[in-house]
């Protein structure tokens, strides 16, 4: 068996996987230190080794988050696909991350961030300020080279495109993970990029 497969994750790694369980498992629960390091099976002191704050485990989740999603994204934006299509991937891959990591749901929405650092709340900002500039990008290189044309300027169709997947993502935590962000999300898109487009 590959060496890489049986090893175990560090405790860093443990922790933010802990951190991020606790999130998903008690839905609007704020999360203590104390908490986690019992949910790890170590004590506080053991935590601050490997973090020197709570703030820095959710950063830790954040670079997770961001990492994870804009590697997809270089993907999916070096790919033949045409301008719709790669918008349509980018929204979909957000909104099935977020379907099979709940906990990160939470922190998108700033639910997981109430009473946090402000820093962290800034951070989730760029990220999805991140997300719409990409959009934008897509929409205005398919305007140039596909003859794309949407009803609303590119900067205005992306923001559209994301508030609709933030609203999903809204849902599903407000409904503590009941409704899922992919369900209608393919018959809800053809809608939306119809309306865009002209």
Same mark, same amino acid.
């Given at each position: 068996?590959? @060496?890489?497969?049986? #090893? ?12 991020? %369980? %606790?999130?998903?498992?008690?839905? *609007?629960?704020?999360?203590?230190? @104390?908490? =986690? ?7 506080? @002191? ?12 959710? #950063? ?8 994870? %999603? ?14 719709? $299509? ?5 929204? +979909?891959? =957000?909104?099935?991350?977020?379907? $099979?990591?709940?906990? %990160?749901?939470? /922190? ?20 999805? #300020?991140?997300?719409?500039? !990409? ?16 009803? =609303?300027?590119? *900067?205005?169709?992306?923001? =559209? ?7 999903? /993502? ?11 962000? +992919?369900?209608?999300?393919?018959? !809800? ?10």
């Amino acid at each position: 068996m590959d @060496a890489e497969l049986t #090893e175990k994750p560090s405790r860093r790694e443990q922790i933010l996987q802990s951190l991020a %369980m %606790m999130l998903e498992s008690d839905p *609007g629960a704020r999360i203590t230190t @104390a908490a =986690l390091a019992r949910h790890v099976g170590v004590s506080e @002191a053991a935590l601050y080794r490997h973090f020197p704050s709570k703030a820095r485990m959710f #950063e830790g989740l954040i670079a997770f988050i961001e990492d994870t %999603m804009f590697s997809r994204i270089n993907i999916i934006t070096g790919s033949d696909a045409n301008g719709m $299509k790669q918008c349509e991937q980018i929204l +979909t891959l =957000l909104l099935a991350f977020v379907e $099979k990591n709940p906990g %990160m749901a939470r /922190i998108l929405t700033g639910d997981a961030l109430s009473g946090e650092t402000d820093r962290l709340r800034q951070r989730i900002n760029q990220f999805f #300020e991140r997300m719409e500039t !990409q959009l934008k990008q897509i929409l205005r290189t398919a305007e140039q080279t596909e003859g794309l044309r949407t009803q =609303l300027p590119s *900067g205005a169709t992306a923001n =559209l495109m994301l508030a609709c997947a933030e609203g999903r /993502i809204r849902q599903f935590v407000r409904s503590e993970f009941k409704a899922r962000p +992919t369900i209608n999300w393919t018959d !809800q898109w053809s809608i939306l990029a119809v309306a865009a487009s002209r």
